[in-house]
């Protein structure tokens, strides 16, 4: 199994989110996989500039986002903060 590449802290789910879960336009399991994802390195649907930016960050301390779509075509965002002490997942519009 390969290591993660950073700790993701505590981890959270935006109303937003939890209310897709609810409304069956998202799964816990494809929530599971991206949030996988995104600690081992893969930051889905990001420009490369914010690729690099989060591979900066990894190594010298940041915020570190990552974007992906749901099967049903919503953009999921998860960042982890810079103290690495949480991690969200959320929709754009609540940030």
């Not at 995104?38 to 915020?63: M, Q, S, T, Y």
Request: no cysteine; aromatic share 8%.
């Amino acid at each position: 199994m390969i290591k993660m590449k950073f700790p993701l802290g505590e981890q959270y789910k935006t109303l937003g989110v939890q209310n897709l879960i609810e409304e069956g336009h998202l799964h816990e399991e494809e929530i599971i996989i991206m949030i996988h994802r995104h600690a081992h390195g893969d930051f889905g649907e990001v420009p490369k500039e914010d690729w690099k930016a989060n591979e900066d960050a990894i190594k010298n301390g940041g915020r570190i986002v990552s974007s992906y779509t749901s099967k049903s075509g919503k953009t999921i965002w998860i960042i982890t903060e810079a103290d690495r002490s949480y991690t969200t997942v959320m929709l754009p519009h609540e940030y």
